[in-house]
């Protein structure tokens, strides 16, 4: 009997949830870096497994928005959870419920959706810590499941799956069973460029810098990718760029890396560097680089 659910992963910003789906489903489809509010959009990862199909919702880390595209991605997580069969909340293995958290449990009260807990970076604490963390979890509210994991290290990943396999009802699967997420190929080659720019440039610029794939040809033995960069100040143009294009060379350079390795063959990467000034307060540009509120309606 084929089973399915849609299962919203949901945090704070940098506590793990893409490094989490990644692991779940054994491949990497979600960008990830140290730097907080990497994920922009919710992204979905189907992994199917004899007669289960679990479609997981990756989502971005809970914050209090400062610009539009902050705006726009609280709603990217207010509607994951409005269309979530059921919840994954993951938080640090240390730290106590603060009010991201509390948040969520509660709409997850109101809602009535079934939720396990999932305590990450479980190598850097002892047990009593652990156990403290536990604890003050289990009074804010009564989870399916408690499972301290290390996504990194993928450690107590395989239990995450089991309990989540609890929440998958009866139903014709959504989605073909050879399908891994709904990610467009041009998304896909703008995400992984954005991931490089996060782990190569300092912390602000790669937050007000948005990718935009303009032209994205394949062949038999080749994909052609023309992408723009745009960032919000002139002054960030020159950072990004770097003394004699070395460091525009070195994103190119890794993302084409990731590029091949997803594809499974030869790219070629073409980037280019504009300025858009305050972008992330403006409907209009939001809307043309792929933050538009009304899909998530």
Not at 196 to 213: N, Q
Not at 261 to 272: C, D, E, P, R, S
Request: hydrophobic share 40%; glycine share 6%; proline share 4%.
């Amino acid at each position: 009997m084929k089973k399915t659910a849609f299962i919203a992963i949901v945090g704070r910003p940098n506590v793990g949830k893409s490094t989490l789906m990644n692991a779940l489903l054994g491949e990497k489809v979600v960008i990830v870096s140290s730097k907080p509010q990497t994920t922009r959009n919710r992204i979905m990862g189907v992994l199917t497994k004899d007669e289960n199909q679990f479609v997981f919702l990756d989502t971005p880390g809970i914050h209090k928005p400062k610009t539009k595209l902050g705006n726009y991605m609280m709603k990217s997580v207010r509607s994951s959870m409005g269309s979530a069969d059921a919840v994954i909340l993951i938080a640090d293995a240390g730290r106590a419920p603060g009010m991201v958290e509390e948040n969520v449990v509660n709409q997850v009260k109101e809602a009535g959706l079934p939720a396990i807990l999932v305590l990450n970076k479980l190598d850097l604490y002892n047990r009593e810590q652990l156990a403290k963390t536990i604890e003050q979890y289990a009074a804010l509210y009564d989870f399916d499941a408690f499972i301290p994991v290390s996504a990194l290290k993928e450690k107590n990943v395989d239990v995450v799956l089991t309990e989540a396999e609890k929440f998958l009802y009866p139903s014709d699967w959504m989605f073909e069973e050879d399908m891994l997420t709904d990610q467009p190929e041009r998304q896909i080659a703008a995400e992984f460029i954005r991931e490089k720019m996060l782990r190569s440039l300092s912390e602000e610029i790669p937050h007000g810098a948005a990718v935009v794939i303009e032209e994205f040809k394949e062949t038999d033995k080749l994909i052609s990718i023309r992408a723009e960069i745009f960032c919000e100040r002139e002054s960030h143009k020159g950072i990004i760029v770097g003394k004699g294009g070395q460091t525009l060379k070195t994103i190119g350079s890794r993302a084409r890396e990731d590029l091949e390795a997803f594809f499974g063959m030869k790219v070629y990467l073409n980037l280019w560097v504009k300025v858009k000034e305050n972008w992330r307060d403006s409907d209009f540009n939001l809307h043309n680089f792929g933050y538009n509120p009304k899909n998530l309606e």
